[in-house]
């Protein structure tokens, strides 16, 4: 699959796509990712590519023109159509759904926002969707295309490993993921869970699912609300609520001791 990120930062784009898995999936020929500048679109001597808002008050605009032949020769180097995606806090909330779903495309641009954002009219005709990474503000759309890359790239065939497999990841389920542990066994920082060491694979399966179903619920119980949960994972929680709920009860208990 193909990346086309038009910003004013082609460098720091590139250079997010270069390193760990989405680095080597891009070595490995699975993955491209090319920039294209607005400013070298703008035809005034100053290379222009903002202007100040219509309406007044602070803050510029990134204009329509340069970003349109910017698209224009994304779109024309390419040999199928480009799902263009816009970054921006208006744009619905990028999910591991949607990610999943990205990665089935075979070319993807990403339009990158400074200042105020765009000109609404070249949103309206050249954007197929607007993506937010979350409820928060940043100074630019380069770091949303970053995230898209890396959590798209990592799921394209070949570029995680076995041990990697993104099926086990946090979310593949719908679920936060499971504590990890390795050597030593035994630590001043505590002891590794009895199960991972017993090499009963069935039962540490068990123990893994009901930590992960545990965490979701003490954590984000709204994932919890959103999906149906089997019989399994009903009765894995429903011991994990027991037991939280016992030591709970023994911590509430020590700390009045202590008092
Ligand atoms: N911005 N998710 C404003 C974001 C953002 C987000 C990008 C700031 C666009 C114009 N992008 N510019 N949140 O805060 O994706």
Known sequence: MRFDVVTLFPDFVRQCAAVGVVGRAQQR??????TWNPRDYATDNYRTVDGRTCGGGPGMVMLIDPLRAALKAMREAAAEPVHVIYLSPQGARLTQGRVEALAKLPRIGLLCGRYEG?????????????????????????????????AVGRLQEGALNDAQSAQQDSFSDGLLDCPHYAKPVRHALGDVPEVLLSGDHAAIRRWRLKQALGRTWLRRPDLLVQRALDKESRALLEEFRREYAQSERERLANDAAEQ
């Open 29 to 34: 020929e699975l993955l491209q990712v090319e």
């Open 118 to 150: 765009v000109d609404e009219r070249l949103l309206a005709h050249e954007v197929d969707e607007e993506l937010s990474i979350g409820d928060y503000v940043l100074s630019g759309g380069e770091l949303g295309a970053a995230v898209i890359i890396d």
